[in-house]
């Protein structure tokens, strides 16, 4: 899990360098390997940060996949997101 947290920094200070391909290098890898080991503690965080670096070099779809599953991910944790409410 400490890994998880390395890349997941490794990812945001590659996207404030501008560094989007690096960014997504280690995002995706990051992501890919949460979702496989079913952790979703900072895979929200994870995947909007991928969904970010995919918009940067023009890739919506990517974007909107990786976006998609920041919020299916937060709704696994019980999170809400602005515009949704708790019945």
Same mark, same amino acid.
């Given at each position: 899990r400490l $890994?998880? !947290?390395a890349d997941? +920094? !490794?990812?945001?200070i590659a996207l404030m360098r501008d560094d989007n391909q690096a960014a997504?290098?280690? +995002?995706r890898s990051c992501v890919n390997r949460m979702v496989?080991? *079913?952790?979703?503690?900072?895979?929200?965080r994870a995947a909007v940060l991928l969904a970010?670096?995919?918009?940067r070099v023009g890739d919506p779809n990517q974007? *909107?996949?990786?976006?998609?599953?920041? $919020?299916?991910?937060?709704?696994?944790?019980g999170c809400?997101?602005?515009?949704?409410?708790?019945?």
């Open positions: $890994m998880d !947290r997941v +920094l !490794r990812g945001h997504i290098g280690v +995002l496989i080991r *079913d952790r979703h503690l900072l895979l929200p970010e670096a995919e918009w974007a *909107d996949e990786a976006a998609n599953l920041a $919020m299916q991910s937060a709704s696994v944790q809400c997101w602005p515009g949704q409410r708790r019945g």
